[in-house]
């Protein structure tokens, strides 16, 4: 028997004598958990509360980190399309373009392969939106385009020294967005001013009151890879794409659908959008690829 193993038969061994009042507290913590779940079955976590207990050392903390820290997608699996962060037709985990269900295996989607900043810009746009759903009756007025932008033209004066095309540059977006936000012809989509607060390290609440703060201290924060991207509004050469897919769908080892159009620099969406069965293919040998490669740890 391993040294692991041993000391895991020991603390349960202690846990059964000495700590019953314990381990009902954790199973009590178990079901609560599974009835909060976002799932369209709810799961028996008490069954397997010895197995939880061993590996979290009897701490619901780390339990917890377990069951929340997944990955949140950006596009769905089935229609391709953006899933939008807020959307009148939202619901709990399924998509509010095709209304098909979003829960994927672990085991396909393993969360090694989330990096750290991955991690750190989808807790922050939880955060935000929450931030802005909670402060949403207290507001005294709805926010005012004006304010917006001056919230932005603000911004690219005191970072940017004015310069317009080096801000769109650095929050990847196309030359012509900053100035139709400065001027109110356009509102920003959220998506995209969530990126803006991200690297700028301004609250949304702030951006969309006018009650941004410039900080002598400023330090542009890193974006994901999946927020590296400008949407591209080149024609779509249906031809040449094809081939393009077929020839990474033979590549090994096998890219994902997210590092295929950075390469050939095309958005994803216009992708799914043209190209359905071949961005799957593409999506399912990358995934079956890191789950052959990968093994799944809780």
């Known amino acids: 028997m391993s040294s692991q193993s041993h000391f895991s038969q020991e603390l349960l061994t202690a846990s059964s004598t000495e700590n019953l009042e314990d381990i009902t507290d954790f199973k009590r913590v178990l079901k609560s958990f599974s009835n909060a779940m976002p799932l369209r079955e709810t799961p028996d976590l008490e069954k397997h509360w010895e197995y939880l207990y061993e590996r979290s050392i009897g701490c619901v903390g780390i339990v917890k980190d377990w069951l929340t820290q997944q990955p949140l997608l950006h596009l769905c699996p089935h229609c391709g399309e953006t899933i939008y962060h807020l959307s009148w037709n939202s619901k709990l985990g399924f998509c509010c373009r095709c209304h098909n269900w979003l829960g994927i295996s672990c085991r396909l989607y393993p969360s090694q ?8 810009w989808q807790f922050f746009v939880g955060q935000q939106i929450g931030d802005i759903l909670a402060n949403a009756p207290y507001l005294m007025q709805i926010p005012q385009k004006q304010k917006l932008a001056n919230a932005i033209d603000l911004c690219i004066v005191s970072y ?4 317009a095309k080096i801000f769109a540059d650095l ?16 509102l920003p989509v959220l998506n995209l001013l969530l990126r803006v607060c991200y690297r700028l390290s301004i609250s949304l609440l702030d951006f969309l009151t006018g009650n941004v703060t410039i900080s002598p201290q400023f330090v542009l924060k890193e974006l994901p890879l999946c927020q590296q991207y400008y949407k591209t ?6 031809i040449q794409i094809k081939e393009l897919l077929e020839t990474a769908l033979s590549e090994f080892p096998p890219k994902s659908l997210r590092q295929v159009a950075s390469a050939i620099k095309y958005d994803r969406t216009d992708l799914y959008r043209y190209l359905p ?22």
């Open 171 to 186: 929050m990847f977006l196309s030359p012509t967005v900053p100035s139709d936000w400065r001027s109110g012809r356009a």
């Open 277 to 298: 069965d071949l961005c799957h293919q593409i999506n399912l040998r990358y995934k079956l690829y890191k789950k052959s490669t990968s093994h799944f740890h809780v």
């Open 233 to 238: 509004n080149r024609p779509f050469d249906l």
């Open 160 to 163: 940017f020294q004015g310069k």
């Open 113 to 120: 392969l989330i990096t750290d900043s991955d991690w750190q």
